[in-house]
């Protein structure tokens, strides 16, 4: 393919000679002469270890080019790939001024550009940018300038994984290669684009192509769990070396349990966390922090955070109508009776206060065979549990005009679908599509 790469950067760099390396025309664009002018050269604009060799290959072979004109770029392209900076305004928020100037340039640079034989020219994204950028900004800019005769556009964002000082290595090997497109022919040649990422790996076409938005976020969310987890590693070392403990020989071994530790498990959106273990250890370390004059605000926000999940449930019920709650699975977790710390129990506790009418539907708990501080927690909580409680869904559901549900049982599954109240909210993410396509659907993070 011929592939426009306006800003040449870090990642627009990596990223064009890359692609020349496998066999594409590609162009490089900045407004820039000082990174235009070394791949010109055959030189990399910016320092990362075995970059220079591969610019200076791209440009002896024919295929890597550089540009302070667009038009040059857009003649005859099949992509532009949109990697320019996006900086932090002094709010916080992305400055996206660069990424509305570099889709007008392709929007105008297609009045005087021969387009492709096809005729179509897909725009895809880079950047990190936020949710709906896509959507919005790209969009209003092309409607903005006039339709250029033979060129049809169609958008997505495809985000770049790399890091500074193993770019290369990230860029031929990365975790994932995910496309968000509402066009199919965006996303068919995409696919082509990258296949040789694949093909060195020996694996069939991996493109993963999804919702825009989605693609949009992905960024974020990759990049704050990575500052968490460097956060996470450094709380744990300023605690714990009051008490004689290697940190590092901590996390070393922390590392190796890919069951939990290191895995899917716990990263699926959904209610608050709960039980005999996390709430009551996550404590015990802050004690251990405050009786040291150490704080940690991440390990204290989690717990803040657990409690909004909570709250935001009641809220979204109270701004809601009716007074008539079901709700479906009690203990903090599927298929056991543990109901202490349970945020289901913190839940109802909370919405019996305000005066709803609840009825709970659990397939395990059975209040006569509580014990011990299970009992006792429960007890506290929901003195009337006897009366509320159900091991049946159907009685739970009569008269509801909301369901909460956690539970994910055939039972209470096959009971919504038989008697769905007006309102459901979806505290796992697990109940299945067909639940997912009842009228009143919510999900509590979705």
């Given at each position: ?11 627009g760099?990596v ?6 390396a496998?066999?594409h ?10 990174k235009?002018?070394p791949?010109?050269?055959g ?11 591969l610019?200076a290959?791209g440009?002896?072979a024919?295929r890597?080019?550089?540009t302070t004109?667009p ?10 790939l949109i990697?320019?900076?996006t900086?932090s ?5 992305t400055?996206?001024t660069?990424i509305?100037r570099?889709v007008r340039?392709i ?5 005087v550009?021969?387009p ?9 994204v880079?950047s990190?940018v ?13 409607a903005?300038v006039?339709?250029?005769?033979g060129?049809t556009f169609?958008?997505?964002?495809c985000?770049?994984f790399?890091r500074e000082?193993s770019?290369l290595?990230d ?8 496309v968000?497109?509402?066009n199919?022919?965006?996303?068919t ?5 990258f296949?040789f ?17 989605t ?6 969310a990759?990049?704050?769990?990575h500052?968490?987890?460097?956060s ?5 070392g300023?605690i ?8 590092r ?6 590392v ?6 290191i895995?899917p498990y716990?990263l ?5 966390f709960?039980g005999?273990c ?10 251990l ?5 150490t704080?940690l605000?991440l390990?204290?926000g ?12 009641v809220?979204?019920?109270v701004a ?10 009690l203990?903090?977790k599927?298929a056991?009776?543990?109901l202490?710390?349970?945020p ?7 919405l019996?206060?305000k005066?709803y009418n609840?009825r709970?539907?659990d397939?395990?708990?059975?209040p ?9 927690h429960?007890t506290?909580k ?6 509320v409680l159900?091991d049946?869904?159907i ?8 369901a909460?549900?956690s539970?994910?049982d055939?039972?209470a599954?096959?009971a919504?679908l ?7 909210i979806d505290?796992s993410?697990?109940?299945g599509?067909?639940?997912?396509a009842?009228p009143?659907?919510?999900g509590?993070?979705?």
């Amino acid at each position: 393919m011929k592939v426009a790469v306006f800003g040449l950067g870090y990642v627009g760099s990596v990223t064009a000679a890359c692609l020349a390396a496998n066999g594409h025309d590609v162009w490089g664009v900045d407004v820039d002469t000082a990174k235009v002018g070394p791949i010109t050269e055959g030189h990399s604009p910016v320092v990362e270890p075995g970059l220079d060799e591969l610019v200076a290959d791209g440009v002896a072979a024919g295929r890597l080019h550089a540009t302070t004109d667009p038009r040059l770029a857009l003649e005859r392209a099949d992509v532009s790939l949109i990697c320019v900076g996006t900086p932090s305004t002094a709010a916080g928020s992305t400055d996206l001024t660069y990424i509305r100037r570099a889709v007008r340039d392709i929007a105008e640079a297609a009045h005087v550009a021969e387009p492709p034989e096809s005729g179509f020219h897909s725009i895809v994204v880079r950047s990190t940018v936020p949710p709906g950028t896509v959507d919005e900004v790209v969009a209003r800019v092309l409607a903005e300038v006039p339709a250029a005769e033979g060129f049809t556009f169609g958008t997505a964002m495809c985000p770049e994984f790399l890091r500074e000082g193993s770019g290369l290595a990230d860029f031929y090997d990365p975790p994932f290669v995910v496309v968000g497109t509402r066009n199919a022919k965006v996303g068919t040649a995409l696919t082509d684009l990258f296949a040789f990422i694949f093909e060195r790996r020996g694996l069939g076409v991996d493109v993963q192509v999804v919702d825009i938005r989605t693609a949009e976020a992905l960024k974020y969310a990759c990049n704050a769990f990575h500052a968490t987890k460097v956060s996470f590693a450094n709380e744990m070392g300023r605690i714990f070396r009051y008490y004689g403990v290697d940190s590092r020989e901590v996390m070393r071994i922390f590392v190796q349990d890919t069951s939990l530790n290191i895995s899917p498990y716990y990263l699926r959106p959904g209610f608050a966390f709960g039980g005999s273990c996390l709430p009551k250890d996550l404590r015990s370390v802050l004690h251990l922090a405050r009786v040291n004059d150490t704080d940690l605000p991440l390990l204290a926000g989690t717990l803040a955070t657990n409690e909004l999940t909570v709250r935001d449930v009641v809220d979204r019920v109270v701004a809601g109508p009716g007074r008539e709650i079901a709700l479906l699975g009690l203990s903090f977790k599927h298929a056991t009776d543990d109901l202490r710390e349970s945020p289901s129990v913190e839940l109802a506790e909370r919405l019996i206060g305000k005066g709803y009418n609840l009825r709970i539907y659990d397939a395990i708990v059975n209040p006569s065979r509580l014990v011990g501080a299970n009992l006792r927690h429960v007890t506290s909580k929901l003195p009337h549990l006897q009366r509320v409680l159900t091991d049946d869904p159907i009685a739970a559901l009569a008269g509801a005009d909301l369901a909460i549900v956690s539970a994910t049982d055939t039972a209470a599954i096959d009971a919504l679908l038989t008697t769905p109240p007006s309102r459901t909210i979806d505290l796992s993410g697990r109940l299945g599509n067909a639940v997912e396509a009842l009228p009143g659907y919510e999900g509590v993070g979705w």
